[in-house]
Protein backbone atom coordinates (compact mmCIF):
# COMPACT_ATOMS: atom_id res chain seq x y z
CA UNK A 1 0.00 0.00 0.00
CA UNK A 2 1.42 3.71 -1.28
CA UNK A 3 2.27 5.64 1.79
CA UNK A 4 0.10 8.71 1.21
CA UNK A 5 0.86 12.36 0.85
CA UNK A 6 -0.24 14.89 3.87
CA UNK A 7 -0.16 18.03 2.38
CA UNK A 8 -0.43 21.05 5.08
CA UNK A 9 -1.60 24.64 4.15
CA UNK A 10 -3.95 27.10 3.54
CA UNK A 11 -7.76 26.82 1.91
CA UNK A 12 -9.22 30.03 0.59
CA UNK A 13 -11.92 31.12 -1.69
CA UNK A 14 -10.77 32.41 -5.07
CA UNK A 15 -12.72 35.81 -5.79
CA UNK A 16 -12.15 36.16 -9.66
CA UNK A 17 -12.22 39.28 -11.47
CA UNK A 18 -11.15 39.16 -15.38
CA UNK A 19 -10.47 42.27 -16.73
CA UNK A 20 -8.71 43.68 -20.07
CA UNK A 21 -5.95 45.00 -17.88
CA UNK A 22 -4.39 45.70 -14.61
CA UNK A 23 -5.70 49.04 -13.16
CA UNK A 24 -2.27 51.22 -12.20
CA UNK A 25 -2.14 52.92 -8.66
CA UNK A 26 -5.47 55.13 -8.25
CA UNK A 27 -7.43 53.81 -11.36
CA UNK A 28 -10.78 52.37 -11.46
CA UNK A 29 -11.34 49.83 -14.51
CA UNK A 30 -14.51 47.82 -15.23
CA UNK A 31 -14.01 44.16 -14.93
CA UNK A 32 -15.53 41.67 -17.26
CA UNK A 33 -16.79 38.97 -15.09
CA UNK A 34 -16.61 37.52 -11.32
CA UNK A 35 -16.63 34.30 -10.32
CA UNK A 36 -15.77 32.38 -7.02
CA UNK A 37 -13.23 29.34 -7.69
CA UNK A 38 -11.92 27.31 -4.66
CA UNK A 39 -8.71 28.02 -4.48
CA UNK A 40 -5.34 28.19 -1.77
CA UNK A 41 -2.09 27.09 -2.34
CA UNK A 42 -2.23 24.46 -0.33
CA UNK A 43 -6.01 22.85 -1.39
CA UNK A 44 -5.07 23.84 -5.20
CA UNK A 45 -1.64 21.23 -5.09
CA UNK A 46 -4.32 18.82 -2.56
CA UNK A 47 -6.78 18.92 -5.69
CA UNK A 48 -3.72 18.01 -8.18
CA UNK A 49 -2.21 15.22 -6.34
CA UNK A 50 -5.76 13.98 -5.56
CA UNK A 51 -7.36 14.38 -9.28
CA UNK A 52 -3.78 12.70 -10.85
CA UNK A 53 -3.93 9.74 -9.09
CA UNK A 54 -2.43 10.66 -5.62
CA UNK A 55 -3.65 9.50 -1.92
CA UNK A 56 -3.77 12.72 -0.22
CA UNK A 57 -4.54 13.74 3.40
CA UNK A 58 -5.33 17.48 3.57
CA UNK A 59 -4.80 19.36 7.03
CA UNK A 60 -5.74 23.17 7.13
CA UNK A 61 -8.59 25.24 8.79
CA UNK A 62 -11.57 26.48 7.01
CA UNK A 63 -14.11 28.89 8.89
CA UNK A 64 -17.99 27.52 9.49
CA UNK A 65 -19.20 29.46 6.20
CA UNK A 66 -20.39 28.30 3.05
CA UNK A 67 -16.93 28.90 1.78
CA UNK A 68 -15.64 26.40 4.39
CA UNK A 69 -18.64 23.98 2.96
CA UNK A 70 -17.55 24.56 -0.58
CA UNK A 71 -14.04 23.73 -0.17
CA UNK A 72 -14.21 20.68 1.61
CA UNK A 73 -16.54 19.28 -1.14
CA UNK A 74 -14.86 19.86 -3.69
CA UNK A 75 -11.66 18.43 -2.84
CA UNK A 76 -13.27 15.45 -1.21
CA UNK A 77 -14.82 15.06 -4.86
CA UNK A 78 -11.14 14.94 -5.74
CA UNK A 79 -10.31 11.89 -3.68
CA UNK A 80 -8.94 13.52 -0.80
CA UNK A 81 -9.04 12.87 2.58
CA UNK A 82 -10.65 16.47 4.55
CA UNK A 83 -11.36 14.39 7.70
CA UNK A 84 -9.01 16.06 9.61
CA UNK A 85 -9.17 19.52 8.25
CA UNK A 86 -10.37 21.95 11.19
CA UNK A 87 -13.56 24.42 11.00
CA UNK A 88 -13.45 27.64 13.05
CA UNK A 89 -16.26 29.12 14.01
CA UNK A 90 -14.30 32.51 15.00
CA UNK A 91 -12.61 33.00 11.76
CA UNK A 92 -13.81 32.95 8.06
CA UNK A 93 -12.56 30.67 5.32
CA UNK A 94 -9.27 32.82 3.74
CA UNK A 95 -10.26 34.89 0.72
CA UNK A 96 -8.26 35.92 -2.07
CA UNK A 97 -9.26 38.08 -4.58
CA UNK A 98 -7.31 37.52 -7.51
CA UNK A 99 -7.17 39.92 -10.80
CA UNK A 100 -6.69 38.57 -14.18
CA UNK A 101 -5.49 40.71 -17.31
CA UNK A 102 -6.35 39.22 -21.21
CA UNK A 103 -2.88 37.72 -21.46
CA UNK A 104 -3.61 35.65 -18.80
CA UNK A 105 -1.48 37.59 -16.04
CA UNK A 106 -2.72 37.81 -12.77
CA UNK A 107 -1.86 39.55 -9.58
CA UNK A 108 -3.56 38.12 -6.02
CA UNK A 109 -4.43 39.68 -2.71
CA UNK A 110 -5.15 37.14 0.01
CA UNK A 111 -6.81 37.14 3.40
CA UNK A 112 -5.65 34.61 5.68
CA UNK A 113 -8.88 34.43 8.03
CA UNK A 114 -8.66 30.78 9.40
CA UNK A 115 -5.25 29.79 7.63
CA UNK A 116 -4.11 31.72 10.57
CA UNK A 117 -5.39 28.76 12.83
CA UNK A 118 -3.33 26.05 11.02
CA UNK A 119 -0.48 26.56 13.83
CA UNK A 120 2.08 24.41 15.59
CA UNK A 121 -0.63 22.86 18.52
CA UNK A 122 -2.87 22.51 15.17
CA UNK A 123 -0.01 20.10 13.53
CA UNK A 124 0.66 18.49 17.21
CA UNK A 125 -2.74 17.28 17.24
CA UNK A 126 -2.50 15.38 14.21
CA UNK A 127 0.61 13.78 14.76
CA UNK A 128 -0.33 10.11 13.72
CA UNK A 129 -1.30 11.34 9.91
CA UNK A 130 2.72 12.66 10.10
CA UNK A 131 3.82 9.50 11.54
CA UNK A 132 1.37 7.53 8.49
CA UNK A 133 2.44 9.39 5.54
CA UNK A 134 5.40 9.02 3.13
CA UNK A 135 5.70 12.44 1.66
CA UNK A 136 5.11 15.79 3.33
CA UNK A 137 4.14 19.36 0.96
CA UNK A 138 4.29 22.64 2.46
CA UNK A 139 3.73 26.31 1.08
CA UNK A 140 3.66 29.19 3.14
CA UNK A 141 0.22 30.92 3.63
CA UNK A 142 0.08 28.86 7.21
CA UNK A 143 2.14 30.45 10.14
CA UNK A 144 5.87 30.25 9.14
CA UNK A 145 6.11 28.60 12.62
CA UNK A 146 3.91 25.72 11.90
CA UNK A 147 5.94 25.20 8.57
CA UNK A 148 8.93 25.18 9.73
CA UNK A 149 7.78 23.14 12.81
CA UNK A 150 6.05 20.79 10.18
CA UNK A 151 9.41 19.97 8.36
CA UNK A 152 11.41 19.85 11.49
CA UNK A 153 8.96 17.01 12.32
CA UNK A 154 8.48 15.27 9.19
CA UNK A 155 12.44 15.03 8.78
CA UNK A 156 12.65 13.12 12.36
CA UNK A 157 10.13 10.83 11.26
CA UNK A 158 12.30 10.37 7.54
CA UNK A 159 9.94 11.62 5.61
CA UNK A 160 9.84 12.95 2.09
CA UNK A 161 9.52 16.64 2.42
CA UNK A 162 8.45 19.10 -0.61
CA UNK A 163 8.63 22.97 0.50
CA UNK A 164 6.70 25.78 -2.13
CA UNK A 165 8.26 28.77 -0.56
CA UNK A 166 4.88 31.03 -1.90
CA UNK A 167 4.61 33.57 -1.19
CA UNK A 168 7.92 33.29 -0.14
CA UNK A 169 9.43 34.34 3.13
CA UNK A 170 11.79 37.48 3.88
CA UNK A 171 13.68 34.14 5.43
CA UNK A 172 13.35 30.88 6.83
CA UNK A 173 15.63 29.69 9.74
CA UNK A 174 19.01 28.31 9.22
CA UNK A 175 18.33 24.94 10.44
CA UNK A 176 15.42 24.44 8.19
CA UNK A 177 17.45 24.00 4.42
CA UNK A 178 18.60 21.13 5.20
CA UNK A 179 15.15 19.68 6.35
CA UNK A 180 13.64 20.35 3.05
CA UNK A 181 14.11 17.50 0.49
CA UNK A 182 12.60 19.64 -2.70
CA UNK A 183 12.51 23.09 -2.83
CA UNK A 184 10.10 24.50 -5.93
CA UNK A 185 10.43 28.42 -6.30
CA UNK A 186 9.38 30.81 -8.77
CA UNK A 187 12.13 33.31 -10.07
CA UNK A 188 10.93 35.86 -8.16
CA UNK A 189 10.80 33.73 -5.02
CA UNK A 190 14.31 32.31 -5.64
CA UNK A 191 15.31 35.43 -5.98
CA UNK A 192 13.44 37.03 -2.39
CA UNK A 193 15.41 33.60 -0.91
CA UNK A 194 18.72 34.26 -2.17
CA UNK A 195 18.88 37.95 -1.88
CA UNK A 196 19.74 38.32 -5.84
CA UNK A 197 18.30 40.78 -8.03
CA UNK A 198 19.54 39.63 -11.42
CA UNK A 199 17.71 36.58 -12.49
CA UNK A 200 18.85 35.69 -15.72
CA UNK A 201 20.07 31.68 -16.32
CA UNK A 202 23.09 31.95 -14.91
CA UNK A 203 21.69 33.71 -12.04
CA UNK A 204 19.21 31.33 -11.40
CA UNK A 205 21.33 28.51 -11.24
CA UNK A 206 23.83 29.98 -9.15
CA UNK A 207 21.02 31.25 -6.76
CA UNK A 208 19.64 27.58 -6.87
CA UNK A 209 23.39 26.37 -5.73
CA UNK A 210 23.42 29.05 -3.01
CA UNK A 211 20.11 27.10 -1.54
CA UNK A 212 21.96 23.37 -2.23
CA UNK A 213 24.87 24.74 0.14
CA UNK A 214 22.54 25.24 3.12
CA UNK A 215 21.33 21.95 2.96
CA UNK A 216 18.51 21.40 0.46
CA UNK A 217 18.52 18.66 -1.49
CA UNK A 218 16.99 19.29 -4.49
CA UNK A 219 16.06 22.59 -5.68
CA UNK A 220 13.55 22.84 -8.50
CA UNK A 221 12.93 26.27 -10.01
CA UNK A 222 9.62 26.57 -11.99
CA UNK A 223 10.08 29.55 -15.23
CA UNK A 224 7.14 29.58 -16.45
CA UNK A 225 6.73 28.82 -20.03
CA UNK A 226 10.13 28.22 -20.35
CA UNK A 227 9.66 24.89 -18.17
CA UNK A 228 11.56 24.09 -14.73
CA UNK A 229 15.30 23.67 -13.68
CA UNK A 230 16.61 21.01 -11.44
CA UNK A 231 19.57 21.46 -9.80
CA UNK A 232 21.20 18.85 -7.16
CA UNK A 233 24.79 17.94 -6.56
CA UNK A 234 24.62 15.26 -9.28
CA UNK A 235 23.12 17.52 -12.66
CA UNK A 236 21.73 20.78 -13.93
CA UNK A 237 18.98 20.08 -16.04
CA UNK A 238 16.07 22.12 -17.69
CA UNK A 239 13.30 20.48 -18.44
CA UNK A 240 11.54 22.35 -21.18
CA UNK A 241 7.45 23.13 -20.73
CA UNK A 242 5.29 21.97 -23.82
CA UNK A 243 4.16 25.50 -26.04
CA UNK A 244 0.47 26.39 -25.09
CA UNK A 245 -1.34 29.26 -25.29
CA UNK A 246 -2.25 30.91 -21.53
CA UNK A 247 -5.29 31.44 -20.84
CA UNK A 248 -5.03 31.75 -16.84
CA UNK A 249 -1.60 31.30 -14.84
CA UNK A 250 -3.31 31.06 -11.49
CA UNK A 251 -2.43 27.67 -10.46
CA UNK A 252 0.54 26.58 -12.76
CA UNK A 253 2.76 26.54 -9.98
CA UNK A 254 0.42 24.85 -7.38
CA UNK A 255 -0.97 22.43 -10.50
CA UNK A 256 3.13 21.57 -11.10
CA UNK A 257 3.84 20.79 -7.22
CA UNK A 258 1.03 18.62 -6.92
CA UNK A 259 1.34 16.59 -9.83
CA UNK A 260 5.01 16.34 -9.15
CA UNK A 261 4.46 14.96 -5.22
CA UNK A 262 1.59 12.47 -6.59
CA UNK A 263 4.25 11.35 -9.75
CA UNK A 264 6.72 10.66 -6.85
CA UNK A 265 4.34 8.72 -4.99
CA UNK A 266 3.43 6.55 -7.91
CA UNK A 267 7.45 5.65 -8.11
CA UNK A 268 8.26 8.06 -10.77
CA UNK A 269 12.26 8.94 -10.64
CA UNK A 270 12.09 12.98 -10.01
CA UNK A 271 13.13 13.83 -13.98
CA UNK A 272 9.83 11.81 -14.91
CA UNK A 273 8.23 13.26 -11.92
CA UNK A 274 8.89 16.88 -13.40
CA UNK A 275 8.15 15.86 -17.13
CA UNK A 276 4.63 15.05 -15.81
CA UNK A 277 3.66 18.16 -13.56
CA UNK A 278 4.92 19.76 -16.99
CA UNK A 279 2.55 18.47 -18.79
CA UNK A 280 -0.37 18.74 -15.86
CA UNK A 281 0.47 22.26 -15.42
CA UNK A 282 0.52 22.82 -19.29
CA UNK A 283 -2.88 22.13 -19.09
CA UNK A 284 -3.95 24.01 -16.17
CA UNK A 285 -2.56 27.22 -17.95
CA UNK A 286 -5.55 26.62 -20.41
CA UNK A 287 -8.15 27.30 -18.47
CA UNK A 288 -9.39 29.67 -15.73
CA UNK A 289 -9.42 29.49 -12.49
CA UNK A 290 -7.29 27.69 -9.65
CA UNK A 291 -8.83 24.29 -8.55
CA UNK A 292 -11.30 24.08 -11.71
CA UNK A 293 -8.34 24.29 -14.57
CA UNK A 294 -6.35 21.50 -12.76
CA UNK A 295 -5.97 18.28 -15.16
CA UNK A 296 -7.22 14.62 -14.54
CA UNK A 297 -5.23 11.86 -14.32
CA UNK A 298 -6.67 10.34 -17.95
CA UNK A 299 -6.12 13.72 -19.72
CA UNK A 300 -2.09 14.39 -18.71
CA UNK A 301 -1.97 10.42 -19.88
CA UNK A 302 -3.92 11.10 -23.39
CA UNK A 303 -0.97 13.72 -23.65
CA UNK A 304 1.71 11.24 -22.74
CA UNK A 305 0.23 8.93 -25.22
CA UNK A 306 0.60 11.41 -28.20
CA UNK A 307 3.60 12.56 -27.98
Known amino acids: MRKRILIVGSLNMDIVVDMKQMPKTGETVMGKHLSYIPGGKGANQ ?6 LGGSVTMLGCVGKDSFGTRQIQELTDCHVCMEYVDVKEEEPTGTAVIYVDEQGANSIVVVPGANSCCDIQYLKAHD ?29 LGKITILNPAPAPDSLPEEIWDKI ?11 KLTGMEAMDEE ?8 LLAKGVKHVLVTLGSKGVLLVNHKTEQIFPAKKVKAVDTTAAGDCFNGAFAAALQEGYSIEEAIRFANLASSIAVTRKGAQSSIPRREEVYSICAAN
Open 46 to 51: ACAAGR
Open 128 to 156: VLFQNCGYVMFQMEIPKEAVCYGLTRAKE
Open 181 to 191: DFLTPNETELA
Open 203 to 210: SIRKGARK
